[in-house]
């Protein structure tokens, strides 16, 4: 069964975290390994404000469509991602504007402080908001499946034109208080550390 879920992982990042390991085995040796549904279980009983790292695998929004999907994905490092961060009292405190109220949320139900529900697919996805200013780091661009570099993606033309939009609370914050609200599948998630302790997530 562990051999079954290990063939899911893209063999990336598999040699990445090898790498880790022998580079930090200290580190690893805390390392446990959960499913997405043992993950569920772990995430939705916080109820306070937390940061964790997180590692994780999704498509990439700014590159091209074909035949109803995105031609590329993208496995991301963020290295802080606050939980329970409430987003209108966020955007009042950054901006200074105690006025501000949030638009109510559309398409998902809430389940608990940290994770909300797809009304559309039932997906469970984990609420989280990431500072402008914080670490965020892209580990690889997938096409088919396969490493691909920015300047080859770019080269064919995979990516659409850059666009800008307005900063959090509807343009309320700068730049530099800005923040990004994402709302993650539990499926994409590959590793993340909370509360000290490290987690690889293999699919169910």
């Known amino acids: 069964m562990m051999q079954s879920r290990l063939m899911e992982i893209p ?44 590692t994780y695998i999704v498509d990439d929004s700014k590159s091209r469509m074909s035949s109803g999907k995105r031609l590329l994905r993208k496995e991301m490092f963020v290295g802080n991602l606050y939980l329970n961060h409430d987003y209108a009292k966020k955007v ?4 200074g504007d105690k006025t501000f109220e949030a638009d109510e949320m559309k398409g998902k139900t809430r389940i608990s402080s940290t994770l909300v529900m797809s009304d559309k697919t039932g997906e469970m996805l984990l609420d989280g908001k990431i500072l402008a200013k914080e670490s ?23 990516f659409y034109p850059p666009t800008t939009k307005p900063t959090s609370g509807r343009g309320l914050l700068t730049e530099e208080n ?8 539990l499926k994409n998630i590959k590793s993340l550390k909370l509360f000290g302790k490290s987690y690889l997530v293999l699919p169910n």
Request: net charge negative; no cysteine; hydrophobic share 40%.
């Open 11 to 54: 063999i990336n990042f598999l040699q990445k975290l090898n790498y880790h390991i022998m580079k930090n085995s200290s580190e690893i040796s805390s390392l446990e390994t959960i499913t997405q549904s043992e993950l569920r279980l772990l995430l939705e009983p916080v109820t306070v404000s937390t940061v964790i790292s997180i």
């Open 92 to 95: 009042q405190n950054l901006s």
């Open 178 to 185: 800005d923040f990004q609200m994402i709302t993650l599948g």
């Open 136 to 158: 965020r780091k892209l580990i690889n661009y997938f096409y088919n499946d396969e490493v691909i570099s920015r300047s080859e993606a770019e080269r064919l033309n995979y």
